[in-house]
Every structure is written in C-alpha cells, then in structure tokens.
C-alpha cells in the first residue's frame, strides 16, 4: 500500500496504491475515482436502523466504505467533502489516536475503528455529538480538516486549549477536560455555547484552521429563505 | 525493523511529541527500554527502579506513565500493555509498590467507574429501544419529555424549509392576512406556549394543512376553498397545532426511529445522517399520527377555539363535509379518517362547554374566498 497526498493545500486529493487483495476504509463518498479492479463493499446494510444498531453494539461505523483491490493491483483517489488539508499519520501499534468523525478519510487494513461513544456528559457538552473514532492497530490513517491542519505538541505535562469544533484528532496520551468558554472565545456562533478542551501532555493534537460550524452559519445568512 | 514489536511510548524533550515507540522488558533491578528508530536497536537503555515514579494517566487514565531522570534528561514512558504492566508489578520493589497499586487502584476505579457507567447507559438504552419496539407509550412520552424543543426545532424546520423550497409559497394577501390572524388569536390563549409559531399558506389545490415538530405549520389554499365559514379553517389550525403543542410528531418519530436516533439526527452533521435527515423530512410530511393522538388533537383543538372565542362548532361541520368529499381529492382525509364516532365526539364535548361570548375577526371572509377564487355569495 502506498499512498501520496496530490495538490496539497485547501483542495487535496490523496492516492492510495492497492496491491492485489489489499483493501482500505474510507469515509463513504470519498471516493473521486479508481481502477477498475477495485471493489466498492458499501457497510450500510439493513437499513438505517440495522445500521444504527450495529453502530452501538459491535462499533462498526455505518459511514465506511471498504475498497478492495480484488481483481488485481489498481489505485482509488479520495476526496474530503471540505475544502482542507490532509494528512496522513503511520500508525505503529502503540501510538493511538481518537479522531473525531468528520476527520477521518479513510485508513489501511491494519488499522482499527472503534466508534467510541464519549462518555454521555463529554459528548453532549462539546457538541461533536457521540461520535469519536478511537484509531489503533498499524498502518497508514489519513485525515482530513476544514482549512489547514495545525499540528500542537505537547511536553509531559504541557497544556493547552483548544476550540471544541476545531479539534480533528489527538493521540490517546493526552488527557483533557471540557471547559464551558469563557466570554473571551468565540466558540460555535450557531448554538452559542463555547466549549474548549483542555489538553494535557504528553502527545500530539491536530486542530483545523476553520470552523465548519461556523462557516454553516456564516453561509446560511446568504441564502435567501421564502416566506 | 521488522521484528521489532513496540510495546510502550517514551517521551522525553529531544524525542518527537507524539512519543517514540520502545520496546520495554522488565528485569529484577528496573527496565530495559530499547529504541528502534535510528538503527541502533542493540542499544537499550537501563533504568533502576530507584529512579523511577508512578502514575495513571492518558486519555481514559488507564495508562501506566513511569517517569525517571535518565542522563539525557526527563523521561516519560506510556505503558497499555497489560503482560508489561504486571511483570512491572511482580518485580517491582516495595518503594514502588505503594504509589503503583495506588495507581492500578485508580485505573481500576476508572475502568470500573466507565463500565458501570456505560452499564448503565447501556441497560438503559436497551430498555428504552426494547420498550420502543414493543411500541410502550409510556418509554415514549418520557424520552419525548427529555428532547429540548430546540432539537425539535431543528427537526421540524429544516424538513419545513425543504417542503416550501419546492412549492409555491403565498406571501401576502387577504389568505395570508386572514391565516395570520387566526393563528395569533388562537396562540395568544395558550399558556406558557413554549414554541414560536411559523406558518405558511401554500398556493395548491390539495386539500390538506400539517404541522411539522417544533411549531412549522403548513396550509394549502385548497383546503381554505372547501371551507365555508372561516370557522372552519380556524378549526383545522386549532387541531394542528395542539399535534405540536402535544408533540405528537416527536413521539412518532421516537417510536418509529428510537431516542437515539433523534439525538443522533441532532448532533450529527455527517453526511449519511444528512441524507437520513432529508428521508425524515418526507416522513414528516406524511406523519400518520395515532388514533388516540387525533382525539388528543380535537379536544384540545376544540378547548382552545373556545378558549379563543371561535366558534368550534366549524371544526366538526368541516370535518363532517370534507369525509363527504371524494377521499382521493382530500389529501388531509388520508391523515385523518374521519368517522361518525370522531364527530359525536366532538359533539358531544362541545355540548358540554360553558357559553362563550364569540369575537369577530378583522378581516372579511367573503373576501379571503374571492381571492382563492371560491364562490361567494349569500347562497354560502
Ligand atoms: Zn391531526
């Protein structure tokens, strides 16, 4: 499996390089394009419900694709729905990272996707709902943001915080605690309540430079709606 | 670099931050941490435990972190490998094992504290989808009573704002005028009335008027032609909008879809639930409420015309004459089979309220009907 990030900057695509049996997940309509022998197993089988179900007791996420190089070596190009970066992290089988959902574009066989579901309190308050994917296992992960993906490093002990609907991912040495905003951050202007993280190193965590939230609603306020 | 299993995550301040993975092994004086990035995996490098600290910590507290002043400066090792953790534990001397089981204690307690606590969640949800199934009115109306109307809100208008995308919306005129009118003296009588009404006059010759969750109702011009008197117009408005009052649309679509499903259609903004979303939005439309829902809506409909100073005796006399109609025309009979025993109903509860003073509109009927094009006249 080899992959390669194209254009690099707000409209990326990223090539992924599948040898005959090798496959990937990927984020459903992700995929631009691909070799013709590639396969496309889509997961939302029996229905939302079905899929819902199996969501919260297997963990099986119901917005995968698995594309499989089954009839022979070929290539897929993979796009995020958002303008933004992408980044591809190699996962090693001790580094873990939780990935929150709209970050993740697709990742190699060896790697692992649990759909977390944050503890009920964590997940209600930061507003990126009950999904969080945990990624674990060896191998090749690619995320995606909304604008450009800024890396933070922290030392043991180092803090810092950080803007709920900016977060993409973060490896699970961290530790953190959501903290209503205070006056001075300029959280989510839709719902009006500012959550922050505040993380706690050592580790790695990967925000975005937009706000998809925010741009929602910086865009609705152009279109013209009939009374 | 191929046999070599990394078992453990080391941090220190020349190494990268996401941390360098080491293979540690347990002896009986400390650990050896051996380092396969640059190439020199012969070289391990030994750590007493005399130096070493204990603590919990990562995302879930469920790490082992040993931290030592090496000579090369402050070191972190991230331990989740459970074999590694209890040799750490056999071999460790007395010093250490205080602070360790402390910390194991603490992991536990976490670990515990989370497995109750998804226990719990989960048994609850369970309980919750399996009262669902079996269709228990009681699970429904307490999951339907934790749901903000925010999130209603959000359900109801975006499947409103799609619905009047692709249909020709009337913007003023004595329709609107006439609609608007009604609806403000029908909302003014309801107490503490949580909701912010929104309603549109489609221009469509279907018979039919719905309400949306979250207080978005929606009224044909059709449906204002067949009626007669304005009465009964304000008569089908009371009945809609106590379907929302009630929440009637949020306990069919808890029913139909579980809690979960609602919380999930409203935090998330990923694209399958997107389009799941946009599928709700035609269910919306069509939404078949129940039979105990209907009679909920009437007897309350009716309270609050009365309460309004309308005359209710409009909301039966439309019910009655719209069941003569042919059914396939009237798209509002599909929703609401009308039958002898629903007007006797209201009939009767209506025989039974005190006199009430009425109060007439603003606007003039007669006119409202020409601009619909409906026939006027005093033959009416
Ligand atoms: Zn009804």
């Given at each position: 499996m080899k992959s390669e990030i194209l254009y690099p900057g707000a409209f990326p695509m990223v090539r992924i390089e599948l040898a005959e049996g090798e496959h990937i997940k990927a984020e459903s309509g992700?995929?631009?394009?691909?070799?013709?022998?590639?396969?496309?197993?889509?997961?939302?089988?029996?229905?939302?419900?079905?899929?819902?179900?199996?969501?919260?007791?297997?963990?099986?996420?119901?917005?995968?694709?698995?594309?499989?190089?089954?009839r022979g070596h070929g290539e897929t190009l993979l796009a995020p729905t958002v303008p933004g970066e992408i980044v591809i992290l190699d996962l090693d089988g001790v580094n873990e990272y939780m990935v929150q959902k709209d970050g993740f574009l697709a990742g190699a066989d060896g790697i692992t996707v649990e759909s977390q579901?944050?503890?009920?309190?964590?997940?209600?308050?930061?507003?990126?709902?009950?999904?969080?994917?945990?990624?674990?296992?060896?191998?090749?992960?690619?995320?995606?943001?909304?604008?450009?993906?800024?890396?933070?490093?922290?030392?043991?002990?180092?803090?810092?915080?950080?803007?709920?609907?900016?977060?993409?991912?973060?490896?699970?040495?961290?530790?953190?605690?959501?903290?209503?905003?205070?006056?001075?951050?300029?959280?989510?202007?839709?719902?009006?309540?500012g959550f922050v993280c505040r993380f706690r190193g050592p580790g790695v965590v990967y925000i975005q430079s937009r706000n998809p939230r925010g741009f929602g609603s910086w865009v609705r306020q152009f279109i013209p709606v009939s009374e | 670099?191929?046999?070599?299993?990394?078992?453990?995550?080391?941090?220190?301040?020349?190494?990268?931050?996401?941390?360098?993975?080491?293979?540690?092994?347990?002896?009986?004086?400390?650990?050896?941490?051996?380092?396969?990035?640059?190439?020199?995996?012969?070289?391990?490098?030994?750590?007493?435990?005399?130096?070493?600290?204990?603590?919990?910590?990562?995302?879930?507290?469920?790490?082992?972190?040993?931290?030592?002043?090496?000579?090369?400066?402050?070191?972190?090792?991230?331990?989740?490998?459970?074999?590694?953790?209890?040799?750490?534990?056999?071999?460790?001397?007395?010093?250490?094992?205080?602070?360790?089981?402390?910390?194991?204690?603490?992991?536990?307690?976490?670990?515990?504290?989370?497995?109750?606590?998804?226990?719990?969640?989960?048994?609850?949800?369970?309980?919750?989808?399996?009262?669902?199934?079996?269709?228990?009115?009681?699970?429904?109306?307490?999951?339907?009573?934790r749901i903000p109307i925010e999130w209603e809100q959000k359900l109801g208008e975006s499947a409103y704002r799609d619905f009047l995308t692709q249909h020709e919306v009337a913007k003023d005129g004595p329709p609107v005028d006439a609609v608007t009118e009604m609806t403000h003296r029908l909302v003014s009588q309801?107490?503490?009335?949580?909701?912010t009404f929104e309603i549109t006059v489609v221009k469509s010759d279907v018979v039919n008027a719905f309400a949306l969750p979250g207080g978005y109702i929606v009224v044909f011009t059709g449906l204002m032609k067949e009626a007669e008197r304005l009465e009964e117009v304000a008569g089908v408005l009371a009945h809609e909008l106590n379907h929302v009052l009630q929440r009637h649309g949020l306990e069919r679509i808890v029913k139909q879809l579980g809690f979960i499903a609602v919380v999930s259609i409203v935090f998330g903004n990923q694209q399958g639930l997107g389009q799941m979303m946009k599928q709700l939005g035609v269910e919306l439309m069509t939404l078949r409420f129940g039979r105990a829902q209907e009679t909920e809506a009437d007897l309350t409909g009716l309270q609050l015309l009365h309460r309004a100073k309308i005359d209710p005796s409009g909301m039966i006399t439309f019910f009655e004459r719209l069941a003569e109609k042919d059914e396939g025309r009237v798209e509002w009979l599909s929703t609401h089979p009308m039958s002898s025993a629903r007007a006797e109903r209201l009939k009767d509860r209506l025989a039974g309220m005190p006199e009430q003073s009425l109060e007439p509109f603003t606007f003039d009927w007669s006119k409202v009907r020409a601009a619909l094009g409906a026939p006027t006249g005093p033959g009416l």
């Amino acid at each position: 499996m080899k992959s390669e990030i194209l254009y690099p900057g707000a409209f990326p695509m990223v090539r992924i390089e599948l040898a005959e049996g090798e496959h990937i997940k990927a984020e459903s309509g992700a995929m631009v394009a691909c070799s013709p022998t590639i396969d496309i197993e889509s997961k939302m089988e029996g229905g939302f419900l079905g899929a819902l179900s199996r969501k919260f007791l297997t963990g099986e996420k119901f917005f995968f694709q698995t594309l499989r190089a089954s009839r022979g070596h070929g290539e897929t190009l993979l796009a995020p729905t958002v303008p933004g970066e992408i980044v591809i992290l190699d996962l090693d089988g001790v580094n873990e990272y939780m990935v929150q959902k709209d970050g993740f574009l697709a990742g190699a066989d060896g790697i692992t996707v649990e759909s977390q579901m944050q503890s009920m309190s964590r997940g209600l308050l930061s507003g990126e709902g009950f999904f969080i994917l945990k990624m674990s296992g060896k191998g090749m992960l690619v995320l995606n943001s909304f604008g450009a993906i800024h890396k933070i490093e922290l030392k043991p002990g180092q803090e810092y915080i950080v803007d709920n609907s900016h977060l993409v991912a973060w490896s699970t040495t961290t530790s953190y605690n959501i903290e209503k905003a205070t006056s001075g951050w300029v959280a989510s202007f839709t719902s009006g309540e500012g959550f922050v993280c505040r993380f706690r190193g050592p580790g790695v965590v990967y925000i975005q430079s937009r706000n998809p939230r925010g741009f929602g609603s910086w865009v609705r306020q152009f279109i013209p709606v009939s009374e | 670099m191929t046999d070599f299993h990394p078992n453990a995550l080391c941090f220190g301040d020349e190494f990268p931050a996401g941390g360098v993975p080491c293979l540690v092994h347990v002896e009986t004086q400390g650990l050896t941490i051996a380092f396969a990035a640059d190439g020199n995996q012969g070289q391990a490098e030994a750590v007493p435990f005399s130096s070493v600290a204990v603590s919990a910590g990562g995302l879930d507290h469920d790490q082992l972190v040993l931290s030592w002043a090496g000579p090369a400066g402050q070191r972190t090792l991230y331990l989740k490998n459970s074999d590694v953790i209890r040799a750490f534990r056999q071999a460790a001397p007395d010093q250490l094992t205080m602070p360790l089981e402390r910390a194991v204690g603490q992991v536990r307690r976490v670990r515990r504290r989370h497995r109750m606590v998804w226990g719990i969640a989960g048994g609850s949800l369970l309980a919750l989808t399996l009262g669902l199934w079996f269709g228990n009115d009681v699970l429904v109306e307490l999951a339907v009573d934790r749901i903000p109307i925010e999130w209603e809100q959000k359900l109801g208008e975006s499947a409103y704002r799609d619905f009047l995308t692709q249909h020709e919306v009337a913007k003023d005129g004595p329709p609107v005028d006439a609609v608007t009118e009604m609806t403000h003296r029908l909302v003014s009588q309801i107490p503490d009335n949580p909701y912010t009404f929104e309603i549109t006059v489609v221009k469509s010759d279907v018979v039919n008027a719905f309400a949306l969750p979250g207080g978005y109702i929606v009224v044909f011009t059709g449906l204002m032609k067949e009626a007669e008197r304005l009465e009964e117009v304000a008569g089908v408005l009371a009945h809609e909008l106590n379907h929302v009052l009630q929440r009637h649309g949020l306990e069919r679509i808890v029913k139909q879809l579980g809690f979960i499903a609602v919380v999930s259609i409203v935090f998330g903004n990923q694209q399958g639930l997107g389009q799941m979303m946009k599928q709700l939005g035609v269910e919306l439309m069509t939404l078949r409420f129940g039979r105990a829902q209907e009679t909920e809506a009437d007897l309350t409909g009716l309270q609050l015309l009365h309460r309004a100073k309308i005359d209710p005796s409009g909301m039966i006399t439309f019910f009655e004459r719209l069941a003569e109609k042919d059914e396939g025309r009237v798209e509002w009979l599909s929703t609401h089979p009308m039958s002898s025993a629903r007007a006797e109903r209201l009939k009767d509860r209506l025989a039974g309220m005190p006199e009430q003073s009425l109060e007439p509109f603003t606007f003039d009927w007669s006119k409202v009907r020409a601009a619909l094009g409906a026939p006027t006249g005093p033959g009416l």
